[in-house]
């Protein structure tokens, strides 16, 4: 009974590739966000979403895209994967005021 | 935006004694400042959290205190254990982690020497 699953944990590509990373909260939370930790181990907020609204953060590259089927589902789409993209992504979920729950993360590593 | 600085990058500590781990934030709107414990290959996991109309917040070894007019806050661990070793980061927000999200400082790596 995981609260918040990402698939897959692990993700090698070549650069140019299109890849999707799923994520999954059973919380019943509304709000849900992508973090990307970089290899210095540096957490930044990519978006955050909600029923009603998408935050960007604006040093996100629009090759990377949320898609939200359902509230309990924020799914992360690249396209183009460069090099720097190699990361860790971590999906999250709250419940608006309090603590942001975090997934296993997806390790990505474009060659 | 928000901006969070942290210090230090690295804490070498004997076990049994305290850590202290310090950070501050620019925007004077951020309203909740959580701490994230992170092992090796895993998640960040939420440790303590405080909200700027609390001063000082404690459980158990770990403490966190606020000072909102220098806007500065600080994680305090006392008696560590080998088990502490991790990196440990501070964040801010200003709507309690919701549509904004969070603003992480760059971590803390905590070293527990036996």
């Known amino acids: 009974d995981t609260a918040v699953s990402q698939t897959p944990k692990y993700l090698v590509t070549q650069m140019g590739n299109d890849k999707s990373i799923k994520c999954e909260q059973n919380?019943?939370?509304?709000?849900m966000y992508w973090y990307k930790q970089d290899s210095k181990k540096f957490l930044k907020i990519m978006f955050s979403y909600n029923n009603k609204e998408l935050i960007i953060n604006e040093t996100v590259p629009n090759r990377f895209s949320p898609k939200s089927p359902d509230k309990a589902h924020l799914n992360l789409h690249i396209n183009s994967l460069e090099l720097g993209d190699s990361a860790v992504y971590f999906c999250?979920?709250?419940?608006?005021?309090?603590?942001?729950?975090f997934g296993p993360g997806t390790r990505l590593t474009v060659t | 935006g928000e901006n969070v600085e942290q210090h230090p990058s690295t804490l070498s500590v004997q076990e049994g004694d305290s850590a202290v781990i310090k950070c501050t934030y620019s925007?004077?709107?951020?309203?909740?400042f959580p701490w994230y414990k992170q092992e090796l290959g895993k998640r960040p996991q939420l440790i303590i959290d405080i909200r700027s109309n609390v001063g000082e917040k404690k459980d158990q070894r770990i403490a966190v205190t606020l000072n909102k007019t220098a806007k500065h806050f600080s994680l305090h661990i006392t008696e560590t254990q080998p088990e502490d070793s991790a990196v440990y980061f501070c964040a801010a927000s200003r709507s309690g982690g919701g549509a904004d999200g969070l603003t992480f400082g760059k971590g803390t790596h905590l070293i527990i020497q036996p």
């Open positions: 925007d004077s709107a951020s309203n909740y």
């Open positions: 999250a979920s709250s419940p608006g005021t309090r603590m942001q729950y």
């Open positions: 919380l019943g939370h509304d709000t």
